[in-house]
């Protein structure tokens, strides 16, 4: 686990004699430039924290191991581990926690790890005494929301998730606004911009204790046509894993066909011509703009 605080925190539901929440962060600062593919037409980018093992499961089995260290030291104490699995407020827990501060793209920033953090937390009935948060440093920068290729940014410190390019290529179902889609550009899984453009991003260290978090070779910089050619057994299979698995192979065609769209590649139209007869109607639908782009 790169870093650690606690907070003294009393969450409602969960058990009444919850005395503190631990907040935990895990790095996971890319080699390379995350922004170095955006204007290859042929690949998809794909988010830096999706490249490698899937988050939850390596996160939680660390949390885990710590829980049981906790519980040894302190016989009788109860605890439990969240890692995205409930509606934990991670980013303002570990504010308070003294792990970073909220940006202005609503991430938490790490003077240490810059915008690159898995966060955690542990619910327990110890009693520890709590960290001090830290100074909000983001002054007069404005390189997040200036970055932001949808503008989902209304003010700093404020998010708007239906104009996220994360939230439209992972939580959206169904056809993405048309609006949107040009912004997009090659992106298919997720967006590092705000992230990527962090001036405190300089103080951060490549990941080379999580192993885990280290992409995979095909995930890197894979070829659109290869992943427009996927039926659902082929998608299982490539993402196999990885936290993209959890959006389908349909949610994943919508989002390789507007890449398709948006990169002016005339190999790509008969990949893309294929995915107009698709089960999937937002399939069909987004292959049918695609192809109406490439044919422009």
Known sequence: MEERAHHRERPAGLWPEVRTV???????????????????????RISTYAQGADYHDVMKRRL??????????????????FV???????????????????????????????????????????????????????????????????????????????RCISYLTIEHKGPIPEEFRAGIGNRIYGCDDCLAVCPWNK???????????????????????DLLALDDAGFREVFSGSPIKRIGRDRMMRNCLIAAGNSGDAA?????????????????EAAAWALARLAA
């Open 84 to 162: 995205d699995t409930a509606p934990v407020m991670e980013k303002p827990l570990a504010e308070a926690a003294g792990l970073g501060w909220q940006g202005k793209h609503t991430n938490l920033v790490s003077r240490t790890h810059g915008s690159w953090l898995f966060l955690g937390a542990i619910y327990t009935t110890l009693e520890l005494a709590p960290d001090a948060p830290v100074r909000t440093t983001c002054g007069s920068c404005d390189a997040c929301q200036t970055a932001c290729p949808t503008d989902a940014f209304p003010a700093p410190y404020r998010l708007d998730a239906r």
């Open 203 to 225: 103080f951060a260290q490549a990941a080379q204790a999580n192993l885990a978090f280290l992409p995979r070779a095909e995930l890197t910089a894979p070829a659109l046509a």
């Open 64 to 81: 885990k191991e710590l829980g049981r260290w906790l519980v040894a030291a302190a016989p009788g104490a109860e605890l439990k581990v």
């Open 268 to 284: 790509l139209m008969e990949p893309v011509r294929a995915l107009l007869e698709d089960a999937d109607e937002t399939v069909r």
């Open 22 to 44: 631990i907040s935990l962060g895990m790095s996971y600062a890319p080699r390379t430039d995350p922004l170095a593919l955006a204007g290859e037409s042929g690949i998809g």
